[in-house]
């Protein structure tokens, strides 16, 4: 159990994080939170409260803030 519970998706996922480039790669690490949470809610009937919901809403505002930065730079270079 330990086998298919641990060690294969860790090594899933690091074989899936060596073949993006590394802002791609901080953005799928940065998301996991969520899609944990999100998978929590839906398979295990956890409960969404508020504290959940704004960390929720922090990280995608960081991800948005960090991209249009990005655009903007490389529209100005």
């Given at each position: 159990?330990?086998i298919?519970?641990?060690?294969?998706?860790?090594?899933?996922?690091?074989t899936?994080?060596?073949?993006?480039e590394?802002?791609?790669?901080?953005?799928?690490?940065?998301?996991?939170?969520?899609?944990?949470?999100?998978?929590g809610?839906?398979?295990?009937?956890e409960v969404?409260?508020l504290?959940k919901?704004?960390?929720m809403?922090?990280?995608?505002?960081?991800?948005?803030i960090?991209?249009?930065n990005?655009v903007?730079?490389?529209?100005?270079n």
């Open positions: 159990m330990a298919f519970c641990t060690v294969m998706p860790f090594l899933l996922y690091t899936g994080l060596k073949k993006l590394a802002g791609k790669a901080s953005i799928l690490a940065t998301i996991e939170p969520i899609v944990s949470a999100i998978v809610l839906i398979f295990f009937q969404f409260d504290t919901i704004l960390g809403i922090c990280i995608i505002s960081a991800i948005l960090l991209n249009l990005l903007k730079a490389k529209s100005i």
